[in-house]
């Protein structure tokens, strides 16, 4: 069984991060994400409109995800890389040659990104028409 790695925030799900999970997935039989806690997101200076718990949830309804894990840190990777047996860790190319460091552990693949969508040009739609949201 081959078991593929990824990290991200995830915030405001969009066909972007579903292509980067399906192709994900196809590289091997189990998919686990290790989805951004809100502690880390101010960290990476992002702030979600859903929290953990509910971007948790999103991912953890998708067909492609067999398991969500917590990102607390940008140095967990290789820990998470043994405990949980990773045969391949992937990410979009935004973020090319940034973990080639793991590739003693693991094989390391970038994927091409989604064009023309990010949860920014979600957002910035939103602010310019002026749509107002009440955080529940
Ligand atoms: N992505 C993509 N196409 C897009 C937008 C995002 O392929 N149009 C990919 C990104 O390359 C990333 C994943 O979807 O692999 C999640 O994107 P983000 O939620 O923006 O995650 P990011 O902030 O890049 O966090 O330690 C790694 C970080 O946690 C990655």
Wanted: charged content about 30%; glycine content about 2%.
């Amino acid at each position: 069984m081959k078991t593929v790695l990824t990290y991200g925030t995830f915030d405001l799900l969009h066909y972007g991060h579903i292509n980067l999970l399906q192709r994900a997935k196809a590289l091997g039989d189990y998919l686990i994400v290790a989805c951004s806690t809100d502690e880390f997101n101010e960290i990476k200076n992002k702030h979600s409109f859903y929290n953990y718990e509910n971007r948790k949830r999103v991912l953890e309804a998708i067909k492609y995800v067999d398991l969500v894990i917590p990102e607390n840190n940008w140095e967990q990777k290789r820990d998470d890389i043994k405990k949980y047996n990773v045969d391949i860790f992937v990410m979009g190319d935004d973020w090319q040659n940034k973990f080639d460091e793991l590739s003693d552990l693991c094989e390391v693949i970038y994927l091409p990104r989604t064009p023309d969508i990010s949860t920014t040009i979600v957002k910035s739609y939103l602010n310019e028409k002026d749509i107002t949201v009440n955080k529940s």
